[in-house]
């Protein structure tokens, strides 16, 4: 297989913008033909044995790096260190499944290599590499959350940043085996300025957080000071794109590789 990298661009997305409705007049590219996000139908997708597991590199590494409320957002900066490969990934470098909605979508964002900034690569059809998680309302809290959402109290304003300390990607996301089950399609950044350029890998296995944890993150407030709640887009359509399905079988996951 060729070299397959991708390096983070610098941030995780927790949510979304608002105002998706008015997002056609901000961008043109917002009503192309490849939008994102899309209601995945697992009855039609298919199976693809070319979408091997990844490999994560620098995902159990600690760091420490800024939380943001963007103000439609919550942003956790990444180090430049963290990159992903395999996955059927060709160069160096609010979805739902079956119309279920889930309460919360984590989106870490990844870019060829020979980028620095996610405006630059989002002129490449193909350059950004998106894992997407979802979380479930469960019945217990989730332990390995309590530190990044403890520190949600001191980004309740927008534009307010607090630093998280001692965390790692691995800690935040399934584990490795629950990572080998996933959907894939190509589509577009989910905010203005919709650029479709990017490959979608949407993990089946969910991520619990307890009520009263997905509760907090409603409690930041964007630019308008209203709470930040109900900022997803809605499903675009298809329009002829294919959506494929790893085969699930667990191969080969390199040691030093492996967030939510």
């Known amino acids: 297989m060729v070299n397959q990298r991708r390096h983070v661009s610098g941030a995780v997305y927790i949510l979304l913008l608002t105002g998706p409705e008015l997002w056609g007049l901000v961008s043109q590219t ?14 039609k997708v298919l199976p693809d044995e070319r979408l091997t597991p990844f ?30 490969k395999e996955g059927n990934l060709v160069d160096e470098y609010k979805h739902t ?16 290599e020979e980028y620095d900034l996610l405006a630059e690569a989002s002129k490449d059809s193909t350059s950004v590499a998106v894992l997407g998680f979802f979380f479930q309302e469960s019945e217990s809290a989730n332990e390995k959350y309590d530190h990044l959402i403890s520190a949600l109290k001191y980004i309740s ?8 300390v001692g965390v790692s990607l691995d800690m935040f996301i399934p584990s490795e085996i629950d990572r080998t089950k996933y959907f894939h399609y190509k589509g577009s950044l989910t905010e203005p300025d919709c650029a479709e350029a990017v490959v979608w890998t949407l993990f089946e296995s969910t991520i619990p957080l307890s009520r009263n944890q997905l509760a907090t993150f409603n409690q930041l407030l964007f630019y308008d000071g ?8 809605p499903v675009q359509p298809l329009n002829g794109r294919e959506v494929y399905y790893s085969s699930g079988q667990l ?7 492996s967030f939510i």
Request: glycine content about 4%; hydrophobic content about 35%.
């Open 55 to 84: 490999h994560f590199t620098g995902y159990k590494e600690t760091f420490y790096e800024s939380l943001i409320n963007t103000g439609h957002s919550v942003q956790l900066n990444l180090p430049s260190s963290i990159q992903i």
């Open 251 to 257: 191969a080969l996951v390199s040691s030093v590789a």
């Open 97 to 112: 499944i079956d119309g279920e909605t889930f309460p919360m979508e984590m989106h870490i964002v990844h870019i060829k």
């Open 157 to 164: 304003q927008p534009k307010t940043n607090v630093t998280l």
């Open 30 to 43: 917002c009503n192309g033909r490849s939008q994102s996000p899309v209601n995945i139908v697992t009855s």
């Open 226 to 233: 209203q709470k930040m709640v109900n900022n997803y887009r």
